[in-house]
């Protein structure tokens, strides 16, 4: 018994002057290995006469556990040191500020976009897209745009390959194109849906064109307030009956919605484009704030020509309509207060941020 306990005191001791987990695991080859102290008591037990045979045995299995036990807690209290250690070791300084990766949102015209999408779809109007490459039928020629007209000059039109020398493809110059793509579409569909085989003109009734259509427009110009790539919104509506009346209210109603400012004046100012006859730039006056008093222009506008009311397949005689080009670009500035074009295309997080 003596023997035992000493066996047991002793296997304490070792194990915990183990400063390692290798240097615990001699410690305990020493007790519980193939040679270890009580490997070697077992084996004595059978020289012993049988009466103490149950009562060494019982004893030494005690010592057994007993010094597996301090093993174990030796084991576990090595392992939490280490632990320990390497907490130490990795600590994190809570205190620091932390990087921040900048929370990401909509740019500024893309909310002016979806701005202007959903007033005029409350409005009943579709919205449609269409592509930047165009050929010079869509861009110019349909919207009876002379050969000789300067907007078709190299100096303001990218021209880019893949067109013919008689119809070059180039980058959109504005979102007009769309008048006639979107109508020819909304002509092609209403014939094929009432059964009219016919090629000509279209005369008879049909559902009004109603439309508007955003996106990317080029030209070769970049100052402070022009750059090479700026957004346009179209807009077309199409009927028999539709009147610069209409015209009028619509934008009004349009830019009171856009600007929450219900005493907003808007001036409709003679001018010229080749796909409208009349034709009116479309001014803007605050009556209140750091822009109150003076005209701003918006948009242009216009009725649709009749040779344009033509190449939409429709019959000038019974169609009738107006249309108009905005730039969501100078919407965006004017409501925030942007002074310079260029902070759009900057990318600075402090600027983009002040939008969310
Ligand atoms: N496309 C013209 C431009 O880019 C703007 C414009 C004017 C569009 C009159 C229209 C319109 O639809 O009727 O300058």
Redesign the pocket.
């Known amino acids: 018994m003596n023997e035992l306990n000493t066996v047991v005191a002793s296997a304490q001791a070792d194990f915990n002057q183990a400063g390692t987990p290798a240097d615990l695991e001699n410690a305990k080859a020493s007790y519980l290995g193939k040679s270890g102290r009580i490997t070697e008591l077992m084996k004595g037990l059978a020289a012993l006469p049988v009466d103490q045979k149950k009562s060494q045995g019982a004893a030494i299995n005690l010592a057994k556990q007993a010094i597996e036990a301090a093993l174990n807690a030796r084991r576990q209290a090595l392992a939490d040191e280490q632990l320990q250690v390497q907490l130490e070791a990795e600590a994190l300084d809570v205190t620091l500020p932390g990087r921040q990766r900048g929370q990401g949102g909509l740019h500024p015209v893309s909310i002016t976009m979806e701005r202007i999408e959903a007033i005029f779809g409350s409005m009943g109007f579709e919205v449609a897209q269409g592509p930047e490459i165009e050929t010079d039928w869509f861009n110019f020629t349909a ?1 009876n745009t002379p050969e000789d007209h300067p907007a078709r000059s190299m100096h303001d039109t990218f021209y880019v390959e893949g067109g013919s020398a008689t119809a070059p493809n180039l980058l959109r ?4 194109p769309m ?1 006639i793509r979107h109508a020819v579409q909304h002509v092609k569909k209403h014939r094929a849906a009432v059964g009219d085989g016919g090629d000509g003109l279209f005369s008879g009734t049909m559902p009004e064109i109603r439309v508007i259509a955003p996106g990317r ?1 080029y030209r070769v110009d970049s100052d402070a307030t022009h750059s090479p790539m700026f957004h ?1 919104c ?3 509506w199409v009927g028999e009956n539709v009147s610069f009346k209409d015209l009028k209210f619509v934008f009004t109603d349009f830019c009171r919605i856009f600007f929450e400012s219900s005493d907003l004046m808007l001036r409709f100012r003679p ?1 010229f ?1 080749p ?2 006859e009349p ?1 009116a730039e479309i001014d803007i006056q605050f009556q209140s704030g750091p822009l109150s008093g003076r005209w701003l222009e918006v ?4 009725q ?1 020509h009749p040779n344009v009311v033509r190449n939409m397949g429709l019959d000038p005689e019974r169609f009738i309509g ?5 730039g969501p670009d100078r919407l965006t500035m004017l409501r925030y207060g942007v002074s310079d074009l260029r902070l759009f295309f900057d990318g600075d997080i402090r600027f983009l941020s002040q939008f969310q």
């Open positions: 919207l110059t504005h979102t007009s008048q427009t346009q179209e807009g077309l001018s484009f796909f409208t034709s948009a242009g506008s216009g649709v107006f249309a108009f080009g905005m």
